[in-house]
């Protein structure tokens, strides 16, 4: 090889290669990420925009009216609206009765890779100080799946769940106030907001 001849040897280009993947692998996970914090959020926006508008629905129809939370395939969960048909609120039994009625057909939640459920890994529930979220089922309205909204625009007390199997989002109806509140798990400590 005489002097004028450049070039790199096999170690210099595996080395230049190394450090190219290195950048792509932490581009492709910062990109990863910021995609399923968008997914979370795009997931809490849709149901607590599903709580606002049935509570405006139950003002203006001067009726109890509820969101019914029901599992079904596996992780899955779908949701429906029934509207109060004798006057003592939307109720379980009235419904299975067919005294309150379906006004909303079920819709499945679908929000891949969001559910509603619980995170695999430790994370402390913000609405039972010293309980970890895994021990609770994902929608809990007083001892039930319903969140009821009345006429007056009150709520039932409860909370929805959103995770992505690491992070979770907690969206919170307040009671009489029916004010819906979202809590965010940042992998440290819960924040308010999405």
């Not at 001849?5 to 996970?29: C, D, N, R, Y």
């Not at 109060?84 to 009235?94: A, C, K, L, Q, S």
């Not at 007056?152 to 509140?181: F, H, K, P, Y």
Request: charged residues 25%; glycine residues 10%; hydrophobic residues 40%.
């Amino acid at each position: 090889m005489t002097r004028n001849e450049k070039g790199q040897s096999l170690v210099e280009m595996l080395f230049t290669l190394s450090i190219l993947g290195s950048v792509a692998l932490t581009g492709l996970t910062v990109v990863t990420q910021a995609r399923r914090a968008y997914a979370l959020a795009s997931a809490t926006s849709e149901l607590r925009g599903l709580f606002q508008r049935i509570r405006m629905t139950a003002i203006v129809r001067d009726r109890n009216v509820a969101i019914r939370f029901r599992p079904v395939d596996g992780d899955a969960w779908s949701w429906s609206v029934y509207e109060d048909g004798d006057g003592d609120g939307v109720r379980n039994d009235d419904i299975t009765r067919g005294v309150d009625r379906l006004i909303e057909k079920p819709r499945v939640f679908q929000h891949a890779p969001i559910r509603i459920g619980v995170p695999a890994t430790p994370v402390p529930d913000p609405t039972a100080p010293g309980q970890l979220l895994s021990l609770r089922l994902p929608v809990r309205f007083g001892t039930s799946l319903l969140c009821s909204f009345s006429r007056m625009g009150e709520a039932t007390n409860g909370s929805v769940v959103l995770t992505d199997g690491r992070g979770a989002t907690v969206i919170r109806v307040l009671g009489t106030s029916a004010r819906v509140n979202v809590l965010r798990w940042d992998g440290k400590k819960w924040t308010t907001g999405v």
